[in-house]
T-cell receptor, first 115, second 111 residues
Framework: GAGVSQSPRYKVAKRGQDVALRCDPISGHVSLFWYQQALGQGPEFLTYFQNEAQLDKSGLPSDRFFAERPEGSVSTLKIQRTQQEDSAVYLC?????????????FGPGTRLLVL | GDSVTQMEGPVTLSEEAFLTINCTYTATGYPSLFWYVQYPGEGLQLLLKATKADDKGSNKGFEATYRKETTSFHLEKGSVQVSDSAVYFCALSVNDYKLSFGAGTTVTVRA
């Protein structure tokens, strides 16, 4: 079946622009995660949804970052007034129920470059 | 806080060589441990996992044993192939949903 998809795959933004990154999780997966992966580093947790509820946003680096999942399926990560330090790959993952031992399935990521 | 430290790369090997990537962790609770792999041009995918001490995860010829006494989860493969060239990430999750990843180890296997 279809895996997690993300769009766009690449995004170039000028400093100060707003961007929106989309994630389509695996159908039926309750839990959805966003991670940020800087060049040469491992992914860092940003936020977690269970259905439409955002249960944890402790990893969002600033109030310029905002995520939503209004109908419990597709999610959007929005970054306002982008800065150069926001340049990274943004990964979305989904899992069936979000338990600790459960496999998270990752999308291909969106590579954001802020100039 | 909870964290993972893994062997720095890059690692370059010849085909059929033995591969070990070291991973140690620090955790306040009893973590589940994972190895994820990222092949060139592809997304992260789970390679193997172990959820309690002394468990051994295995997949595609790779193995890792959850060692509580040494807080380690080293990845091993006895005979690597060119197709094993990838970036390998060790990760943990402690009683919740967040994955904490290591920095990744790039492995290149030469024919």
């Amino acid at each position: 079946g279809a895996g997690v998809s993300q769009s766009p795959r690449y995004k170039v933004a000028k400093r100060g622009q707003d961007v929106a990154l989309r994630c389509d999780p695996i159908s039926g997966h309750v839990s959805l995660f966003w991670y940020q992966q800087a060049l040469g580093q491992g992914p860092e947790f940003l936020t977690y949804f269970q259905n439409e509820a955002q249960l944890d946003k402790s990893g969002l680096p600033s109030d310029r970052f905002f995520a939503e999942r209004p109908e419990g399926s597709v999610s959007t990560l929005k970054i306002q007034r982008t800065q150069q330090e926001d340049s990274a790959v943004y990964l979305c993952a989904s899992s069936l129920a979000g338990q600790a031992q459960e496999t998270q399935y990752f999308g291909p990521g969106t590579r954001l470059l802020v100039l | 806080g909870d964290s993972v430290t893994q062997m720095e790369g890059p690692v370059t090997l010849s085909e059929e060589a033995f591969l070990t990537i070291n991973c140690t962790y620090t955790a306040t609770g009893y973590p589940s441990l994972f190895w994820y792999v990222q092949y060139p041009g592809e997304g992260l995918q789970l390679l193997l996992k172990a959820t309690k001490a002394d468990d051994k995860g295995s997949n595609k010829g790779f193995e890792a044993t959850y060692r509580k006494e040494t807080t380690s989860f080293h990845l091993e493969k006895g005979s690597v192939q060119v197709s094993d060239s990838a970036v390998y990430f060790c990760a943990l999750s402690v009683n919740d949903y967040k994955l904490s990843f290591g920095a990744g180890t790039t492995v290149t296997v030469r024919a």
